[in-house]
T-cell receptor, first 112, second 115 residues
Framework: SQQGEEDPQALSIQEGENATMNCSYK?????LQWYRQNSGRGLVHLIL?????REKHSGRLRVTLDTSKKSSSLLITASRAADTASYFC????????????FGTGTRLQVFP | GAGVSQSPSNKVTEKGKDVELRCDPI?????LYWYRQSLGQGLEFLIY????????KSGLPSDRFSAERTGGSVSTLTIQRTQQEDSAVYLC?????????????FGPGTRLTVL
């Protein structure tokens, strides 16, 4: 069964706007990761946030984590058409850190 | 190679045939994962290998699915007597052993179509 669920399922914005995607999960975790997928093929790791961290930045990406609500958000600032992709959150399990459970994904479309 | 490779990139087969999908992980990565992704869906975990430990097969959907990992490196996912519902992209990933950071590196996937 899937651990995480993202919302919205799909998001369409104009270039330059910010995109926010949310992820909820069910069990206690050690870390949460976000991945990006282009064209239904391999995923690329974007960022990892540990359970004792509340916010992390990487370039135009900002990730927050609220372990009390079991939720995370991914913010992409000043979006570009090249950001068009599907975005997935993935969590490990507290007692099985080598196995990731992926969410259902958000399909982001950025129009030029 | 520098990344995870998978072959074939596309496979079209007839219902009832067996197929084998191959994954070459990144050298030195002891953890290897197989996932299945149906059109427009998330990733469904299938099986996980970690070093010499017994694989975690909890995600395999039926006994028609099996996987091997020879010599702690290359892995083969076998689907016997394929069905149309097996049509999906099969993704392989690897990661370093014992890494709590657990970043997974994905291959490009094999798109399987069962006619």
């Amino acid at each position: 069964s899937q651990q995480g669920e993202e919302d919205p399922q799909a998001l369409s914005i104009q270039e330059g706007e910010n995109a926010t995607m949310n992820c909820s999960y069910k069990t206690s975790i050690n870390n949460l990761q976000w991945y990006r997928q282009n064209s239904g093929r391999g995923l690329v790791h974007l960022i990892l946030i540990r359970s004792n961290e509340r916010e992390k930045h990487s370039g135009r990406l900002r990730v927050t984590l609220d372990t009390s609500k079991k939720s995370s958000s991914l913010l992409i600032t000043a979006s570009r058409a090249a950001d068009t992709a599907s975005y997935f959150c993935a969590t490990d399990a507290l007692y099985n850190t080598d196995k990731l459970i992926f969410g259902t994904g958000t399909r982001l479309q950025v129009f030029p | 190679g520098a990344g995870v490779s998978q072959s074939p990139s596309n496979k079209v087969t007839e219902k009832g045939k067996d197929v084998e999908l191959r994954c070459d992980p990144i050298s030195g990565h002891t953890a290897l994962y197989w996932y299945r992704q149906s059109l427009g869906q998330g990733l469904e975990f299938l099986i996980y290998f970690q070093g010499n430990s017994a694989p975690d097969k909890s995600g395999l959907p039926s006994d028609r699915f099996s996987a091997e990992r020879t010599g702690g490196s290359v892995s083969t996912l076998t689907i016997q007597r394929t069905q149309q519902e097996d049509s999906a992209v099969y993704l392989c990933a690897s990661s370093r052993q014992g890494s709590i950071h657990n970043e997974q590196f994905f291959g490009p996937g094999t798109r399987l179509t069962v006619l």
